[in-house]
């Protein structure tokens, strides 16, 4: 006997609610050229990944990081500019000039700036303000 539609025990994805959550946050406002590959960086690119770069301008990150992390995929935290950030536990921010260099050539207009990667390519982007509101969902 078939079951209804409506029945269907349905959970979305981690991933699809962060591609949520961050699009209606008003991030999808990047300048970052998708499709484009990303310039030399130090990591071994692992498919679908997502590359933070941050700066310690960005305030209390706490629920990004959260909801980030959640997705389920390999984050590379990328720590541009002059002043260290920290990152949460377990990931080691790539720092220094060529990291600075790294989100200059992606044309990151605004930290923080999330990137979902797939083989090396942006598949998408948002850029700035980020708030704890944005993450409620996620969990």
């Not at 301008?57 to 959640?70: E, K, Q, R, T």
């Not at 989100?103 to 207009?109: A, D, E, F, I, T």
Request: glycine share 10%; charged share 15%; hydrophobic share 45%.
């Amino acid at each position: 006997m078939s079951r209804p539609f409506s029945r269907l025990p349905i959970r979305p994805a981690p991933l699809t609610l962060l591609l949520l959550a961050l699009g209606a946050s008003g991030l999808a406002t990047a300048r970052v050229r998708l499709g484009e590959a990303l310039p030399p960086h130090p990591w071994v690119s692992s498919g679908r990944e997502l590359v933070v770069l941050y700066s310690h301008d960005c305030g209390d990150i706490g629920p990004l990081w959260g909801a980030l992390v959640s997705a389920g995929l390999p984050i590379r935290a990328v720590n541009p500019e002059e002043t260290p950030a920290p990152a949460p536990a377990g990931l080691t921010p790539w720092r220094g000039d060529d990291a600075t260099q790294f989100s200059r050539s992606l044309k990151v207009s605004a930290y923080p700036a999330v990137l979902l990667v797939q083989d090396g390519r942006v598949l998408n982007a948002w850029e700035g303000d980020f708030v704890a509101g944005d993450a409620a969902g996620l969990k």
